[in-house]
């Protein structure tokens, strides 16, 4: 089938679906989303061009941004519960609070959460029987999203929850079992994060470690509000899932390196580096790589979507990516401010090693990064034939 005639087709396909939920009853029928973006001071042509904007992050066609925008003004259609393991909230933090709300975050607001315990009023019985309500109602249609690592086995009783004191493992599974789709909501959820980090003293493992069910991860620490919503978005378009890769993450997110689309990339092929932070060199700009930017090993598109309503990221800031949306980062990316040497590490690359020093960069990063482009290639061509 020729591009545009699939393309034509799956447009077709995602208009009758968003149809068939316009029909459906809104969760919260109170909320327009344009009276909430305007009151907000979005107008129309603002909410038109952040769907365009997101439809290009989904690596749709331009001619989707209408659908995108359907998307989201049904998005109250669709129950969401949103679940707290072991974590520091910084995931939902990042995308709600702000003092001047971007359209994700009002979009995010709009969406209908059944249950998400940082912007509950209810605490307490009240909140568990929120729950274990939502949980009933919409089985078979909520999504599920799942912030943080959560402890496993004999460990279980390190997260204990609500009034009957469930275990964490146990909230999960329940809410797993009927969920139309699961979402692991940052790198504790996704791979453990920082709980699972060496010595791991609570057994804290990923959410994909408690289900059998498939979970969909979005990494990151955090991740950016875009892939949040993305992922909603895209949801509510196809009823089904992204190309995943190997470690399940979307590739419209996940897809390239930091490394890829960064704008130091130019210095890094010239040589010029910065030697220690605050020297003559960073005031210019170079690459980050000899004072520990691990952008060459980390997939995620943060250089193009950057975080505080598009302002900045990391590396644009001046400190080194330190691979935040890779399995296992807190242990196979440290130390976070010096080259990874000849540090073997288990993420994308699979236990194969990095440069040997930062002297000679050039040639074995080169090679080495070309090495991590084919791993990648192979193992999400092997994770997508699946
Ligand atoms: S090493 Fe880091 S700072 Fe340098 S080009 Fe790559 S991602 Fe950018
Ligand atoms: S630049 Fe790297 S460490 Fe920073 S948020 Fe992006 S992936 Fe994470």
Same mark, same amino acid.
């Given at each position: 089938?020729?591009?545009?005639?699939?393309?034509?087709?799956?447009?077709?396909?995602?208009?009758k679906?968003?149809?068939?939920?316009?029909?459906?009853?809104?969760?919260?029928?109170?909320?327009?989303?344009?009276? =909430?973006?305007?009151?907000?001071?979005?107008?129309r042509?603002?909410? %038109?061009?952040?769907s365009? %904007? %997101?439809?290009?992050? #989904?690596?749709?066609?331009?001619?989707?941004?209408p659908?995108?925008?359907?998307?989201?003004?049904?998005?109250?259609?669709?129950?969401?519960?949103?679940?707290?393991?072991?974590?520091?909230?910084?995931?939902?933090?990042s995308?709600?609070?702000?003092?001047?709300?971007?359209i994700?975050?009002?979009?995010?607001?709009?969406?209908?959460?059944?249950?998400? =315990?940082?912007?509950?009023?209810a605490?307490? +019985?009240?909140?568990?029987?929120?729950?274990?309500?939502?949980?009933?109602?919409?089985?078979?249609?909520? @999504?599920? %999203?799942?912030?943080?690592?959560?402890?496993?086995?004999?460990?279980?009783?390190?997260?204990?929850i609500?009034?009957?004191?469930?275990?964490?493992?146990e909230?999960?599974?329940?809410?797993?079992?009927?969920?139309?789709?699961?979402?692991? @909501?940052?790198?504790?959820?996704?791979?453990g994060?920082?709980?699972?980090?060496?010595?791991?003293? !609570?057994?804290?493992?990923?959410?994909?470690?408690?289900?059998?069910?498939?979970?969909?991860?979005?990494p990151?620490?955090?991740?950016?509000?875009?892939?949040?919503?993305?992922?909603?978005?895209?949801?509510? #378009?196809?009823?089904?899932?992204? !190309?995943?890769?190997?470690?399940?993450?979307?590739? +419209?997110?996940?897809?390239?390196?930091?490394?890829?689309?960064?704008e130091?990339?130019?210095?890094?092929?010239?040589?010029?580096?910065?030697e220690?932070?605050?020297? =003559?060199?960073?005031?210019?700009?170079?690459?980050?790589?000899?004072?520990?930017?691990?952008g060459?090993?980390?997939f995620?598109?943060?250089?193009?979507?950057?975080?505080?309503?598009?302002?900045?990221?990391?590396?644009?800031?001046?400190?080194?990516?330190?691979?935040?949306?890779?399995?296992?980062?807190?242990?196979?990316?440290?130390?976070f401010?010096?080259?990874?040497?000849?540090?073997?590490?288990?993420?994308?690359?699979?236990?194969?090693?990095?440069?040997? !020093?930062?002297?000679?960069?050039?040639?074995?990063?080169?090679?080495?990064?070309?090495i991590?482009?084919?791993?990648?290639? @192979?193992?999400?061509?092997?994770?997508?034939?699946?």
């Open positions: 089938m020729k591009i545009q005639d699939a393309n034509g087709e799956l447009f077709k396909q995602a208009s679906r968003l149809d068939e939920l316009a029909k459906l009853p809104a969760h919260n029928a109170d909320k327009d989303l344009m009276q =909430e973006l305007e009151s907000r001071g979005f107008s042509r603002d909410f %038109m061009k952040w365009g %904007m %997101m439809t290009a992050t #989904l690596a749709l066609p331009a001619s989707f941004a659908l995108t925008a359907k998307a989201a003004e049904v998005a109250n259609r669709l129950p969401v519960v949103w679940l707290h393991m072991a974590e520091c909230t910084g995931c939902s933090e995308l709600l609070r702000s003092d001047a709300p971007s994700d975050s009002l979009i995010f607001d709009y969406i209908s959460l059944e249950y998400h =315990e940082t912007v509950m009023a605490a307490g +019985w009240q909140a568990e029987q929120n729950l274990h309500h939502a949980i009933e109602k919409y089985a078979g249609e909520y @999504i599920l %999203m799942v912030e943080g690592g959560i402890p496993k086995g004999s460990s279980e009783f390190y997260l204990t609500g009034g009957h004191a469930r275990t964490g493992a909230e999960a599974r329940i809410a797993a079992k009927n969920a139309k789709a699961i979402f692991a @909501i940052g790198t504790c959820s996704s791979f994060g920082i709980q699972a980090a060496h010595p791991n003293p !609570t057994n804290a493992v990923p959410l994909s470690e408690i289900t059998s069910r498939n979970v969909i991860n979005v990151g620490c955090p991740p950016s509000e875009k892939n949040i919503v993305g992922n909603v978005l895209h949801y509510i #378009l196809f009823g089904s899932l992204p !190309t995943l890769d190997a470690y399940n993450r979307p590739t +419209w997110a996940y897809g390239l390196r930091i490394h890829d689309l960064c130091r990339r130019g210095r890094f092929d010239a040589g010029q580096f910065v220690h932070f605050g020297d =003559e060199n960073a005031q210019k700009g170079y690459c980050l790589y000899k004072v520990g930017c691990k060459p090993y980390t995620n598109n943060c250089s193009k979507l950057r975080f505080n309503q598009h302002t900045s990221w990391p590396i644009q800031a001046g400190h080194g990516c330190i691979g935040c949306s890779e399995p296992h980062f807190w242990d196979t990316m440290n130390p401010e010096e080259p990874i040497g000849n540090k073997l590490y288990a993420t994308s690359f699979n236990g194969l090693g990095a440069d040997k !020093t930062a002297d000679t960069i050039g040639a074995v990063v080169l090679g080495a990064t070309a991590g482009i084919a791993a990648h290639a @192979i193992i999400s061509s092997t994770q997508n034939a699946k």
